[in-house]
């Protein structure tokens, strides 16, 4: 049995016409999750053969921006395809309840037209929100399929998670964004797959804008993220959401500069990039 990770978008914040906002799907034991909602993740999840109605729980890293933006595209479209109330589970840091019931504001117009034009609708969207500081914020004995948060470290974002997806004996993290922390270390201790956001500070650096340079003291480098792969034992590091930009034909750079210090696999996500990890039973 494996774990099936797809990068559904590996954008940064800005628009871009290959990649999507960041949000990766992974799927274990006939579950599937999202990891965050970035920009056109309901087009990217169509690409992968999911959608919002199947599935298992949202789960969100933070609330910056781009990481939530289509959010509510996930929370319509799930309520408008599911014939019968299908609850969606949102699992986020603190304040997670704070955005949705934003969105569910934002879509009161949207909502209202809908209850009042089908029948069979009767009420609204029904996301489930849990706020979590850490610890198992997902677990299906049945299912095998175990999902750990903890704490990390994008400050001044506070407060951030990471998740570790735990399945057959395999296990998968998801970084989000942040600089290298005990808990990333905790998360990451073992795992056969490490998905995580990067900043070429090397390119960053040399962009004379204030507000870019900004960016550097709160993500990891492609270095660090080596680093923490190589310190914690990880077999795939993959790499998501890369600032800036990649230049077309660079990924072998970005794949060196992890390589310099981390001696497992290094993969260059592109959107729809799918790392699948072996489980024991497999
Ligand atoms: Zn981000
Ligand atoms: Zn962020």
């Not at 997670?96 to 034009?117: C, F, K, N, S």
């Not at 296990?171 to 998905?195: F, Q």
Request: with cysteine; charged share 20%; hydrophobic share 40%.
């Amino acid at each position: 049995m494996t774990i099936e990770i797809t990068l559904l978008g590996t954008g940064s914040p800005l628009p871009d016409p290959n990649r999507a906002g960041p949000s990766t799907l992974v799927r274990a034991g006939g579950r599937t999750f999202l990891f965050d909602a970035g920009r056109a993740v309901g087009l990217r999840l169509a690409a992968a053969g999911a959608a919002s109605s199947t599935l298992t729980a949202v789960l969100l890293t933070h609330l910056h921006s781009d990481h939530i933006t289509d959010l509510n595209d996930v929370i319509t479209g799930r309520w408008v395809t599911s014939l019968t109330p299908n609850p969606l589970p949102i699992t986020g840091p603190g304040r997670t309840r704070e955005v949705v019931d934003g969105i569910l504001a934002m879509l009161g117009p949207d909502i209202g037209y809908r209850i009042a034009h089908h029948a069979d609708m009767t009420d609204g969207p029904q996301p489930v929100v849990t706020e979590s500081a850490g610890g198992t914020v997902f677990e299906d004995a049945a299912a095998d399929v175990r999902i750990i948060a903890v704490p990390t470290d994008h400050k001044p974002v506070e407060p951030t998670l990471g998740y570790r997806i735990e399945h057959d004996g395999a296990a998968v993290v998801i970084g989000g964004d942040g600089v290298p922390c005990a808990g990333l270390d905790e998360l990451c201790a073992g795992a056969d797959a490490y998905v995580q956001t990067v900043l070429r500070e090397d390119l960053v650096s040399q962009i004379p804008v204030q507000r870019f340079l900004d960016t550097i003291d709160y993500h990891s480098t492609v270095r660090q993220a080596g680093e923490t792969a190589e310190r914690a034992g990880v077999g795939t590091l993959v790499l998501t959401h890369q600032v800036p930009t990649p230049a077309p034909g660079s990924d072998a750079e970005w794949v060196a500069l992890a390589a310099e210090v981390f001696s497992g696999e290094v993969v260059f996500g592109t959107d729809l990039t799918v790392v699948t990890v072996e489980g024991t039973a497999t």
